[in-house]
């Protein structure tokens, strides 16, 4: 039982997601099962990808055996954590931030296991011990123990103390060390930990633990463990997309777009993704980069890297979707794999799509393919029927996967797929065409 403890510290070790932690804490690890959180600030409706290094976090700890609390931001989120921030952010409402939660909840109930016996995963909001909390009962509980002093030498702070910083902000870090106090006194936990960024406020908690406890029950019983931010091989940012924030929520970033920001990360990048994304063991994962290596073109190490992603966060139906959309958008699919798209599938596959609408009598009354391309699609597809004729000319034509050889075949000689869609290419776009 001893070891199932210490493999968390190994886990991140290997796997390159261990920054910093506090003397003590692997020992703490090691000796018993620990109460560890993270949390989560409820300012958009929904978690993205650059959280996932630190939801992965809670992963490992549970899988080591140890216990997950997922701490929402109520109280925090709305004030906003200021850290390597260059401006103050805008309020929310109480309303979107209870709506933000409910969605983040929703979305962390997915990855973790809050049906497992002893160290089943919670959730917990600070909104709940802030909620009856005045001002002046803050200032004694939290206040009186830690310095200004103390305060302005955190990193995150010091950098906006040049261009300024409103005292709500700033007590940020107060707010954050007084739930590590919270939890410590009612929940049992031990450790909280974060992504660098959050080093500072995470050791305020335990600061503010040793001076109210005392350093024998608190500063050798509260540890802080931090895991590096993930950043491109470029040095940029990781976690944004041409269209911004790839978000877990799939109102939001459907599961297609999901799928293509993982499938099209570098040869550079996605060793360290398939170790801090994913649950593949070490060994698994070497197997993986030694086989990429040895025909690079075909992605091996991309393709499980977005199999194993965009199964955990969506489900297993999702990933097929988004492989079908690739094969059929992109150009490697055939009429035979058209023909095996649901129904119900072709409007998750061809989300994004330019379409159009013919009805059942148009479709029948159809003489050649230029005038369904042209004229019965109202000139959405080709403009006329000359661009059409010259396009098919030049090859540049499909129906269905099936080349157009001849401007003047039947579009009967062409399936209905489910009796209602037609897939036009041209050249490497596509559009859709649904017969109602």
């Not at 929703?106 to 995963?121: V, W």
């Not at 350093?215 to 931010?229: I, R, S």
Request: glycine share 8%.
């Amino acid at each position: 039982m001893t070891k199932k403890y210490t493999d968390f510290i190994d886990e991140l070790t290997w796997r390159g997601m261990l920054h910093d932690a506090m003397p003590g804490t692997q020992e703490q690890l090691s000796q018993q099962m620990t109460v560890g959180y993270i949390g989560f600030d409820p300012t958009a409706a929904s978690l993205h990808i650059g959280n996932l290094a630190t939801i992965m976090l809670l992963v490992h700890f549970q899988r080591a055996g140890h216990k997950p609390l997922a701490l929402v931001g109520g109280a925090t989120g709305m004030i906003g954590d200021p850290s390597f921030k260059a401006s103050e952010r805008s309020f929310l409402s109480e309303e979107t931030l209870r709506l933000n939660q409910e969605g983040i909840r929703r979305q962390l109930e997915s990855f973790l296991d809050f049906d497992s016996g002893e160290n089943s995963a919670e959730m917990v909001n600070n909104y709940d011990w802030f909620k009856e909390m005045g001002f002046l009962q803050f200032l004694r509980e939290v206040g009186k123990f830690l310095s200004v002093n103390y305060m302005t030498s955190k990193d995150s702070v010091r950098t906006r103390l040049e261009t300024g910083i409103s005292f709500t902000e700033f007590s940020y870090q107060l707010l954050q060390g007084y739930d590590f106090y919270w939890l410590y006194k009612n929940k049992g936990v031990r450790l909280q930990m974060g992504g660098s960024d959050q080093w500072g406020n995470i050791t305020t908690g335990t600061e503010l633990i040793r001076r109210k406890e005392g350093d024998a029950e608190g500063y050798f019983k509260a540890f802080a463990l931090t895991t590096p931010l993930v950043t491109k091989s470029d040095g940029t940012k990781f976690g944004k997309s041409e269209g911004g924030n790839v978000w877990l929520n799939p109102a939001m970033t459907t599961p297609y777009q999901f799928y293509q920001f993982w499938i099209n990360q570098s040869d550079e990048d996605a060793p360290r993704q398939l170790r801090v994304f994913t649950l593949y063991s070490k060994d698994e994962i070497e197997a993986l980069e030694a086989e990429h290596a040895l025909a690079p073109h075909l992605r091996i190490m991309q393709k499980a890297l977005a199999e194993e992603v965009t199964t955990r966060v969506h489900s297993a139906r999702d990933y097929r979707l988004a492989v079908k959309a690739s094969e059929v958008l992109f150009g490697k699919a055939t009429l035979d794999t058209l023909k095996t798209i649901e129904a119900d599938e072709f409007e998750t596959i061809f989300d994004g799509v330019p379409q159009s609408e013919i009805s059942r009598a148009d479709w029948e009354g159809c003489d050649t393919v230029t005038d369904l391309l042209s004229t019965t699609t109202n000139g959405e597809i080709y403009a006329s029927k000359g661009e059409t004729r010259r396009a098919i000319k030049q090859n540049a034509v499909s129906i269905n996967k099936v080349k157009v050889t001849d401007s003047e075949q039947s579009p009967g000689e062409f399936d209905l797929l489910q009796d209602r869609f037609v897939l036009v290419s041209k050249g490497k776009k596509n559009h859709l065409v649904k017969v109602v």
